[in-house]
Each structure stands twice: as structure tokens, then as C-alpha cells.
């Protein structure tokens, strides 16, 4: 029960960078649920910390007002949804990402609009606010969405260098952020997942570890 009931938090934060209302009203339904149990004092959520809470429900403010959730990190940097990515920081370095092989990190889920571009954003956001060279690198090659979020061209991207067709320095974009740059998706291929497990893509990122700081 404890599991699911944290499950269903955390995916009901992580899609609050939904534009539909439909969508975005399920997150507050969540988080309104959340403070009413934890009012009433159930076995699990009465112990769930009120920082937590306030993070969910200003995260869905946010959204509901209108504001940029996939790059809020940037935006509105003394926000709690931040202040939580910042920790999410904080824990990242503390696993050694100066370590052999820990300067990519990969986000990731079973199922599509789970929050993994909010996510990813965001966590390239503020290691590059810490002063890290950070590349942010779109390699959902189905459901491409950095590009947007960052207005830019998606032509030439991860998909064209990794089959050759392209150099690394046509395909990274800087951004309005210092110290973040961006790999688009580049073209749709008939099977990304072959693609993404030839010996190329795999030199592709070591490449990439030894010239950035921070691989998202």
C-alpha cells in the first residue's frame, strides 16, 4: 500500500508538465487528497514531511497558472518545485558523478508522459547553474519534446550523428542558459533502439563524457 500510494505521488508531480486541463487537474485532485489524509492522519501520509506536500502543491500551482513547468528551474529559480530540483542536485553528486562513467546520467520510465522531459530539463537547468558544463541529450527518438522546450530546430540531431550523417558540432545547440547546451533528437529512425545500441552511439557518449561535465 505504501508503495502505491507512492507511486501515485510521484507520478501525479512528475505530470504536471501536462498543457491539457484534463491532465492537469489529476495532479491537483492527488494533492488535495494528499493534505486531506495527511489531516486525518493516515498510517502513511501522516508521516509524510509538509515540505513535500507544499513542493506538489506548488508545482500544479504553477502549472495551472500558466507558467513554464519544463523549464521552471530556469525561470522561477526561488520556487519550491526549484528548490527541489536543486536537491535532486545535491543527491545526484553525492553518488560520485566525477567517478568513470557517472557523468551520464539517464532518465527514464515504463511509460510515456511520466515527466521525463520535465525532469530531465530541469536537472540539466541546475547542474549547469552550478557551474557544470551540461548537455542535455533527446534520445527518445519516438516522442521528441527538448526541442520544443527549448525552441529549436530538431533537423539534425542524436539520430544523425550516431549513423554518421552528421558531425557532433553541427547537432549541439547552445541555449539562453550558461553552461547548458542541447542534443536534439534529430530525424526519427525505422528502430531507434538498434540504433541507439550500435558501437557508434556507445563511442558517441564517451565522446560526450570527456567533453561535457554533466550528460542528461
Given at each position: ?30 494533492a ?18 509538509l ?23 530556469s ?33 527514464s520510465?515504463c ?40 525552441g529549436?530546430?530538431n ?46 552511439s ?15
Amino acid at each position: 500500500e505504501r508503495g502505491e500510494a507512492e507511486s501515485t505521488l510521484v507520478s501525479s508531480w512528475l505530470t504536471v508538465g501536462a498543457t491539457d486541463w484534463t491532465r492537469a487537474w489529476q495532479p491537483l485532485l492527488v494533492a488535495a487528497g494528499v493534505i486531506a489524509l495527511h489531516v486525518v492522519g493516515h498510517r502513511f501520509f501522516r508521516h509524510l514531511p509538509l515540505s513535500l506536500i507544499a513542493i506538489v502543491v506548488a508545482t500544479v500551482a504553477v502549472e495551472l497558472a500558466g507558467a513554464d513547468v519544463d523549464r521552471i528551474a530556469s525561470r522561477l529559480p526561488r520556487s519550491p518545485v526549484s528548490e527541489a530540483f536543486r536537491a535532486v542536485r545535491t543527491s545526484v553528486e553525492f553518488l560520485g558523478a566525477d567517478a568513470e562513467g557517472g557523468r551520464v546520467l539517464v532518465v527514464s520510465s515504463c511509460s510515456p508522459r511520466e515527466g521525463k522531459t520535465t525532469v530531465a530539463s530541469n536537472l540539466a537547468a541546475v547542474l549547469a547553474q552550478d557551474g557544470k558544463r551540461t548537455l542535455l541529450v533527446d534520445a527518445d527518438m519516438r516522442r521528441p519534446r527538448v526541442h520544443a522546450v527549448f525552441g529549436i530546430a530538431n533537423t539534425v540531431g542524436l539520430s544523425n550523428v550516431i549513423a554518421g550523417k552528421a558531425r557532433l558540432e553541427e547537432a549541439v545547440v547552445g541555449t539562453d542558459q550558461e553552461n547548458l547546451w542541447v542534443l536534439p533528437s534529430g530525424a526519427t529512425p525505422p528502430n531507434p533502439a538498434e540504433l541507439l545500441g550500435r558501437r557508434s552511439s556507445i563511442a558517441l557518449f564517451e565522446r560526450l563524457a570527456r567533453e561535457f561535465d554533466r550528460v542528461i
